[in-house]
């Protein structure tokens, strides 16, 4: 059974800066996605950012790019979100997901696509105060 740990949320400035941690637990190799969303107050949940574990391919929303990088450890099964730059506009709960890779996996597809993700972690709460 997959079990995803999600942590690093917290409160910071506008301009701040903080790192979102997620560990997989379960996967037997390397050939998996994680998937970063975030759920503002009253919003849907969205794609924040996507890893493609076994090869390293990544998306990025639009309005992250630039300030965001994820990244992975596969030796910790633990990928990370390093979010610089933040603003009021990024106050959400965020939340990471994993997924195997099927044929064709497509790391943009997947990453504006929150029904495709098999697994999710509990959500961490990151608020920007302006």
């Known amino acids: 059974e997959v079990q995803l740990q999600a942590s690093g949320g917290g409160l910071v400035q506008a301009g701040g800066s903080l790192r979102l941690s997620c560990t997989a637990h379960?996967?037997?190799?390397?050939?998996?996605?994680i998937g970063w969303f975030r759920q503002a107050p009253g919003k849907l949940r969205v794609g924040v950012s996507t890893i493609n574990v076994a090869d390293g391919s990544t998306y990025y929303a639009d309005s992250v790019k630039g300030r965001f990088t994820i990244s992975s450890d596969n030796a910790k099964n633990t990928v990370y979100l390093q979010m610089d730059s933040l603003s009021s506009e990024d106050t959400a709960v965020y939340f990471c997901?994993?997924?195997?890779?099927?044929?064709?996996?497509?790391?943009?597809?997947?990453?504006?696509?929150?029904?495709?993700?098999?697994?999710w972690g509990q959500g961490t709460l990151v608020t920007v105060s302006s």
């Open positions: 997901a994993a997924n195997d890779l099927p044929r064709g996996f497509n790391v943009e597809w997947y990453g504006t696509t929150t029904s495709l993700w098999g697994y």
């Open positions: 379960g996967f037997s190799n390397d050939d998996y996605a």
